[in-house]
């Protein structure tokens, strides 16, 4: 069964320093994936997805996410965090089911951005 | 700049009542998600439908949930009666089948007493 997995349920880091949002996938199958952002009390807003075009995939607000098949991951990344970057992250996979496509998400992963 | 809308946006009943939430999925768009999302279980699909039509409910309790499109501008979620297990934020997500993107809408947070 394909299914995504997030390592770190939270994650903090200094404003300006690397951000490393990591995601494992499990897919017997060329995954499509995805990366999606939840600010506080408000829906899920698209990041970035993987299609199996470029494996370096670049997003909105400076986030970009690397397809590694040999590690089966899809970290995302910024170079530079900013306090605005708080929020809860979900990696996702595209499953086939029943004659539709559907996301199966991971538990998610809650970025704290301190000055 | 097209959004999925839904109401109410929070919601606080007690045990046993009927609670009805509503979404305006994006025009034009052909696929309706509904999710509940808790701390517990984190994102869970509820049901799917295309083209108006139910496609997938198997996430939902079928003996007090149900979910309709009376139209291609409205989904509902309704339970009865409502328990405090079923407290959390319910998402609607709308898409193109197509495509490879669901915009999600603010969510409604319920909370049963």
């Known amino acids: 069964a394909q299914s995504v997995t997030q390592l770190g349920s939270h994650v903090s880091v200094s404003e300006g320093a690397l951000v490393l949002l990591r995601c494992n996938y499990s897919?017997?199958?060329?995954?499509?994936l995805f990366w999606y952002v939840q600010y506080p009390n408000q829906g899920l807003q698209l990041l970035l997805k993987?299609?199996?075009?470029?494996?370096l995939v670049k997003g909105i607000n400076g986030f970009e996410a690397e397809f590694k098949k040999s590690e089966t991951s899809f970290h995302l990344t910024k170079p530079s965090a900013h306090m605005s970057d708080a929020a809860e992250y979900f990696c996702a996979v595209r499953v086939s089911s029943g004659g539709y496509n559907k996301l199966i998400f991971g538990a998610g992963t809650r970025l704290a951005v301190h000055p | 700049d097209a959004r999925v809308t839904q109401t109410p946006r929070h919601k606080v009943t007690e045990m046993g009542q009927e609670v009805t939430m509503r979404c305006q999925p994006i025009?034009?768009?052909?696929?309706v998600f509904w999710y509940r999302q808790t701390m517990m279980q984190g994102l869970e699909l509820l049901a799917y439908?295309?083209?108006?039509?139910?496609?997938?409910d198997s996430g939902m309790p079928k003996d007090r949930f149900s979910a309709e499109m009376p139209d291609a501008t409205l989904a509902t979620l309704k339970i009865q009666p409502s328990e405090p297990r079923d407290s959390a934020v319910y998402f609607c997500?709308?898409?193109?089948?197509?495509?490879?993107?669901?915009?999600f809408g603010p969510g409604t947070r319920l909370t049963v007493l």
């Open positions: 993987y299609t199996s075009a470029a494996t």
């Open positions: 439908f295309r083209n108006r039509a139910p496609l997938d």
């Open positions: 997500a709308s898409g193109w089948e197509d495509r490879n993107e669901q915009f």
């Open positions: 897919s017997s199958v060329p995954p499509y």
């Open positions: 025009l034009g768009h052909n696929t």
